[in-house]
C-alpha cells in the first residue's frame, strides 16, 4: 500500500502528538518536521524518526516526496501556512483556531475551494466520548427542545504563565474559545447569530503576559438556545487540574450536565494536593493503533484522505467559529451585542 507521506509544522506540544499518530497509523509515512527553532526541529526528528527537518514551511510544502502537512503551531500563525499548503495542493489537517480574523479565514476558505487537497480542522472536542454523547442525547429529543445552558472552559494561570511562551499573543478566547464555540455548535447543530461580552485584564499584566484575563459571554443561537460562555486564564493554580470544563443544557423536557474536566475514577494525592489522571483522552494501544480522543481526531484526517471519509470539520466549521470569536471581541470592546451574519 502506497502510504501518505506526512510532514508536521510545529515541534511543540500538539505536534509531538501528530507525529506521533502518523508514526503508528499503518496508513502513514512521516517524512519531515518543522519548527522555527532548528534545536526543537532537530529533537522532534531524531525522536520520531523523520527523515528530514526543516526551519521554513515553504521549504516543507514545496517537497514533492510530502502528500499532507499537519499544522500545529501558535494560533496567530496558522493562515500563511495553511494557504501555501493549499496553494501546492496539499492536505491540511490545522490545529484551532482555523484564523484569528474573519478577513483571513475567508481567504482559507477560498483557497480551500481551489486546491486539490482537503482541509481539516483538529476540533479533537467532536470525539470527545462524552460530548458525542451529548450531542446524541440532544440531537435525539431526550432533552426536548434546548432552551438555555452554560459552558466553561478555563486554564489555570499555569497555561499562560509556564505553559505557552506566546500567552501575550493570543488570549483564553482564541485558545480556548474556539474549541468551546464549535462544541456547542456541534451539540447543538446550529448556528450562533448574536453576543454579548464582557472582558477584564490586570492579573495577566501584572504577572508580564499582556493579554486579557478573562472573557464572559452569552451566545444566542438561531434555534432559540442561550448559553453562557467561560473561558478565563486565571483560574488559581491550586486547581486538580490545569482544565476546568464545564457544561450544562436545559431543555423543554429536560436536561445535560457534563464533566469532561477529569477521569475521575483515577485520582492522585502528589505534588501537594489532589490531581487527576487522563485515561480518555489518550488511551494506551497496540503498536499499529491510537487512542483515546485527542488522536483520533489526528486520525480521521487521515481516513479523509485516504479513505474519502468525511472531514471531522470543515473550512466552513472553521470560518463559522471565527466569525464568533471575532464578534465576542467586537462585542467586548464595544460594551455592545453584536449579530453575526
Given amino acids: 500500500m502506497t502510504k501518505l507521506r506526512m510532514g508536521v509544522i510545529g515541534a511543540g506540544l500538539w505536534g509531538t502528538n501528530h507525529a506521533h499518530t502518523f508514526n503508528v497509523l499503518p496508513e502513514t509515512e512521516l517524512v519531515a518536521v518543522c519548527d522555527i527553532d532548528e534545536g526543537r526541529a532537530q529533537k522532534m526528528k531524531e525522536s520520531s524518526g523523520a527523515a528530514f527537518a526543516l526551519t521554513d514551511y515553504e521549504a516543507l510544502v514545496s517537497r514533492d516526496d510530502i502528500d499532507a502537512v499537519s499544522v500545529a503551531t501558535p494560533d496567530f500563525?496558522?493562515?500563511?501556512?495553511i494557504?501555501?499548503?493549499?496553494?501546492?495542493?496539499?492536505?491540511?489537517?490545522?490545529?484551532?483556531?482555523?484564523?484569528?480574523?474573519?478577513?483571513?479565514?475567508?481567504?482559507?476558505?477560498?483557497?480551500?475551494?481551489?486546491s486539490r487537497g482537503k482541509l481539516m480542522i483538529d476540533f479533537h472536542n467532536r470525539v470527545n466520548p462524552i460530548l458525542a454523547q451529548v450531542r446524541t442525547m440532544v440531537q435525539s429529543g431526550e432533552i426536548g427542545v434546548p432552551r438555555h445552558g452554560m459552558a466553561r472552559l478555563s486554564n489555570t494561570t499555569f497555561v499562560p504563565f509556564e505553559m505557552l511562551s506566546w500567552a501575550a499573543k493570543s488570549s483564553a478566547l482564541w485558545f480556548l474559545g474556539s474549541h468551546l464555540v464549535d462544541v456547542l455548535r456541534f451539540i447543538l447543530n446550529d448556528e450562533v447569530v448574536r453576543v454579548y461580552a464582557v472582558t477584564r485584564d490586570g492579573v495577566l499584566k501584572a504577572g508580564g503576559v499582556d493579554t486579557r484575563d478573562f472573557h464572559l459571554c452569552i451566545l444566542e443561537f438561531a434555534g432559540g438556545a442561550v448559553v453562557t460562555m467561560e473561558n478565563s486564564w486565571i483560574l488559581s493554580p491550586d486547581n486538580p487540574s490545569l482544565v476546568d470544563f464545564k457544561l450544562e443544557l436545559v431543555g423543554d423536557k429536560g436536561q445535560i450536565q457534563a464533566d469532561p474536566t477529569h477521569n475521575g475514577g483515577l485520582r492522585r494525592m502528589v505534588e501537594g494536593g489532589l490531581r487527576y489522571s487522563d485515561y480518555i483522552g489518550m488511551t494506551p494501544t497496540g503498536e499499529t493503533r491510537i487512542g483515546g480522543f485527542v488522536l483520533e481526531s489526528i486520525g480521521r484526517f487521515v481516513d479523509a484522505v485516504v479513505r474519502d471519509a468525511p472531514l471531522l470539520a470543515d473550512a466552513m466549521d472553521g470560518l463559522a467559529n471565527t466569525k464568533v470569536l471575532a464578534a465576542i471581541e467586537a462585542s467586548a470592546a464595544s460594551g455592545k451585542a453584536v449579530d453575526i451574519a
Fill in 77 to 81: 500563525t496558522h493562515t500563511p501556512i
Fill in 83 to 114: 494557504l501555501a499548503a493549499l496553494k501546492a495542493n496539499k492536505h491540511v489537517l490545522s490545529e484551532k483556531p482555523l484564523a484569528t480574523t474573519v478577513r483571513e479565514a475567508e481567504k482559507i476558505v477560498e483557497a480551500a475551494a481551489a
